[in-house]
Nanobody, 118 residues
């Protein structure tokens, strides 16, 4: 059974930093792509950052330059370092592990709340 467990969310003030973690069991990060997505109230889920198994990172336009995704295969954990947080970063953040080549699959975590006050 695959489980992705996010942690590290919380309430911070604008300009501060947070680091989210996503620990996986039942699936290895190695060889898969990993990602962070977020969903604010009344909005669709959007891409925050992804990291391929080869180490290529991609970021959403609104977080480029402020957020950094990284992975530790030895701990089977993916991180999202969030700096210079803004109130518009407030959302539930979800971790995803996925494979785009056959056989494809995707797994999601339960989400962690990030709230940034102005």
């Amino acid at each position: 059974q695959v489980q992705l467990v996010e942690s590290g969310g919380g309430l911070v003030q604008a300009g501060e930093s947070l680091r989210l973690s996503c620990a996986a069991s039942g699936v290895r990060f190695s060889g898969n792509a990993m990602g962070w997505y977020r969903q604010a109230p009344g909005k669709q889920r959007e891409l925050v950052a992804t990291l391929t198994s080869g180490g290529t990172a991609r970021y959403g336009e609104s977080v480029e330059g402020r957020f950094t995704i990284s992975g530790d295969n030895t701990k089977n954990t993916v991180y999202l370092q969030m700096n210079s947080l803004k109130p518009e970063d407030t959302a539930v953040y979800y971790c995803r592990v996925f494979r785009t080549m056959t056989p494809t699959y995707t797994y999601w975590g339960q989400g962690t709340q990030v709230t940034v006050s102005s």
